[in-house]
């Protein structure tokens, strides 16, 4: 089946700092998703971006999905930006194959 | 609308035991999904439905079953709890194709002694 793999597995910041996320997957998809676990463990949908690029306040996403893979940036992070981040897939549109994540501490 | 709702939110069970989790959402999408996160698995697919009467197993679906009588109600059931079934269970639904934006229920922490 199709792999994700999600890098750094760890990252810690500052406030303010900037970030990028990177997730690589094994092969050609319809659909790709990032999504943000809280600290509560709360899963909250960042992005739907199979391709191109799209922005929401601090947070943009690019997938070239030719070359297999997608970043997430954080601007100017905040402490509430802490918790893990996931990239999704899906090929066959049945299911969402997910990374491991990547967790994100930001401190103050 | 309430979203994505699940029940209960923390449960312990005895190893064989037997319970249902409850998954439903209002806004009547026709995919819904349930997930398990275990620590550094990331969430894991166990049994995912197309539509009311049409379920498909995911990755990981040896000890759940699940049915889909109605639109909204996607209940999750173990038949005989095991010590590996002890994970963070989320349920999911997407609009009318699973490509769409998912949503997810904020999950239910089962524990199995």
């Known amino acids: 089946g199709i792999q994700v793999e999600q890098s750094p597995p760890d990252l810690i910041l500052q406030e303010g700092a900037n970030s990028t996320l990177r997730c690589n997957f094994s092969d050609s998809v319809n659909n790709l998703q990032w999504f943000h676990q809280n600290p509560w463990g709360q899963l909250i949908n960042l992005f739907y971006?199979?391709?191109g690029t799209k922005q929401n306040g601090r947070l943009s996403a690019t997938t070239v999905a030719t070359e297999r893979y997608s970043l997430l940036y954080i601007s100017s992070s905040q402490t509430t930006d802490s918790g893990v981040y996931f990239c999704a897939v899906d090929r066959a549109g049945t299911a969402l194959i997910f990374g491991k994540g990547t967790t994100l501490s930001v401190s103050s | 609308n309430a979203g994505v709702t699940q029940t209960p939110k923390f449960q312990v069970l005895k190893t064989g035991q037997s319970m249902t989790l409850q998954c439903a959402q209002d806004m009547n999408h026709e995919y819904m999904s349930w997930y398990r996160q275990d620590p550094g698995m990331g969430l894991r697919l166990i049994h995912y439905?197309?539509?009311?009467?049409?379920?498909d197993q995911g990755e990981v679906p040896n000890g759940y079953n699940v049915s889909r009588s109605t639109t909204e109600d996607f209940p999750l059931r173990l038949l005989s709890a095991a010590p590996s079934q002890t994970s963070v269970y989320f349920c999911?639904?997407?609009?009318?194709?699973?490509?769409?934006?998912?949503?997810f229920g904020p999950g239910t922490r089962l524990t199995v002694l």
């Open positions: 999911a639904s997407s609009g009318r194709r699973f490509q769409d934006e998912q949503f």
């Open positions: 971006i199979p391709s």
């Open positions: 439905s197309v539509g009311a009467g049409i379920t």
